[in-house]
């Protein structure tokens, strides 16, 4: 049963605007959170994390919110790059390990 | 610095062949994993090692087996390979901390079994 859920699967966006990426989970002893982003043929590669005491941790043009009490989090990017067109991954780790979702592609338009 | 190195990074078997795939990193890191990642399935994790000589299951170890002989380097072997394992296999590695456990990839290894 997969533990952490991305229902939406793909995201198209325009150039300078936010993207709003989200990830539900269900299990309650996470301690850590994190986003990754993989580009076609290559490996996914660390963006950002959240620890399970905070509500929100920024880095740049990323910000991660978190809801514990819904089991949500969710990844802002603004302004959206061309760069960012990517396979964007939620992750939560226990136990020495991380879960992932199933992924959302975002593909941000000119 | 290499980082985290997947061999090889292609690799076509018949139905019922074994193959293993060598990870190798070169940060000291304690912990190791091996995912495979499938369309609309994200990744899964196969086995892990939290250290030299110790391996785990993870949620999909049926068909595969691990070694991790020396700290560096992780094995992932298919005894005989189906096509239910055609796949993109990753490599990952990371820290002992007390922090978030972030993981460092290898670019992976595209696996077909005919």
């Known amino acids: ?110 | 610095n290499a980082g985290v190195t997947q061999t090889p990074k292609f690799r076509v078997l018949k139905t019922g062949q074994s193959m293993t795939l060598l990870c190798a990193q070169d940060m000291n890191h304690e912990y190791m994993y091996w995912y495979r990642q499938d369309p609309g399935m994200g990744l899964r994790l196969i086995h892990y090692s939290v250290g030299e000589g110790t391996t785990a299951k993870g949620e999909v170890p049926d068909g595969y087996n691990v070694s991790r002989l020396k700290k560096q380097n992780f094995l992932l072997g298919l005894e005989s390979a189906a096509p239910s394992q055609t796949s993109v296999y990753f490599c990952a590695s990371s820290p002992r901390t007390g922090g978030p456990g972030e993981l460092f990839f290898g670019e992976g290894s595209r696996l077909t079994v005919l």
């Open chain 1, 1 to 110: 049963d997969q533990q952490v859920k991305q229902n939406s699967p793909s995201l198209s966006v325009q150039e300078g605007r936010i993207s709003i990426l989200n990830c539900d989970y269900t299990n309650s002893m996470f301690d850590y959170f994190l986003w990754y982003k993989k580009y076609p043929a290559e490996g996914p590669t660390f963006l950002i994390s959240i620890s399970s005491i905070k509500d929100k941790n920024e880095d740049g043009r990323f910000t991660v919110f978190l809801n514990k009490s819904a089991k949500h989090l969710s990844l802002h990017i603004v302004p959206s790059q061309p760069g960012d067109s990517a396979v964007y991954f939620c992750a939560a780790r226990g136990d020495y390990k991380l879960s992932f979702g199933a992924g959302t592609t975002v593909t941000v338009r000119a």
